[in-house]
């Protein structure tokens, strides 16, 4: 197990340090820790996939950072509570996730095209191996958030 959380650990490991802080949770008086159903973890996941790729394609890359900060932690979530997700489907999004990270670093909306959708790929291979094929993830066509202004905000 120790070996496990390392490797996702390393492998999803957020340079975002301050979500960490702010995202410390509450500690549970009953002393058991509440633990989302996968397919819940998985539909947050669906959001951030989405969210992301509209950040980028509003060129707001300072959202687009924070929503892929977001997508690794839920993918680690579902990594480590989850253990019979094999690791190797999960370590494989390591590099798409690394190539939309200098993608989004660069301000290079080509680049990070082409690594959304190299990392949707990745979600299908999981997918297909865990009998889900039927989840098949794609680049979104429509914004599903009416109420979430995906532009670069003035400061
Ligand atoms: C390591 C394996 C794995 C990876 C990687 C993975 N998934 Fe999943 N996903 C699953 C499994 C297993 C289920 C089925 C969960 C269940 O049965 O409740 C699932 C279910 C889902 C569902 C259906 C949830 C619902 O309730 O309708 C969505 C949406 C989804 N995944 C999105 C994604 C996206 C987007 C990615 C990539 C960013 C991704 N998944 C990556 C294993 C994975």
Redo the contacts with the bound molecule.
């Keep these: 197990m120790i070996r496990r959380g390392w490797i996702i650990g390393v492998v999803l490991a957020s340079s975002v340090v301050s979500l960490a802080t702010a995202q410390s949770p509450n500690t549970r008086s009953s002393g058991d820790a509440y633990v989302p159903?996968?397919?819940?973890?998985?539909?947050l996941?669906?959001v951030?996939?989405?969210k992301l790729w509209f950040a980028g394609q509003a060129k707001n890359w300072d959202l687009a950072a924070y929503e892929l900060a977001q997508?690794r932690q839920s993918?680690s979530d579902?990594?480590i509570f989850?253990s019979?997700?094999?690791?190797t489907?999960?370590t494989?999004?390591g590099q798409p996730l690394q190539s939309i990270s200098d993608a989004i670093a660069a301000k290079d909306g080509r680049r990070f095209a082409s690594a959304v959708t190299e990392?949707?790929s990745?979600?299908?291979?999981?997918?297909a191996?865990?009998?889900?094929g039927y989840?098949a993830?794609r680049i979104p066509t429509e914004k599903p958030f009416g109420n979430q202004d995906f532009r670069p905000q003035g400061r």
């Design positions: 159903r996968l397919g819940d973890i998985m539909n996941i669906q951030r996939h989405a997508l993918l579902a990594a989850y019979g997700l094999p690791v489907n999960v494989t999004l990392l949707s990745g979600c299908n291979a999981c997918h191996t865990m009998d889900r989840v993830i």
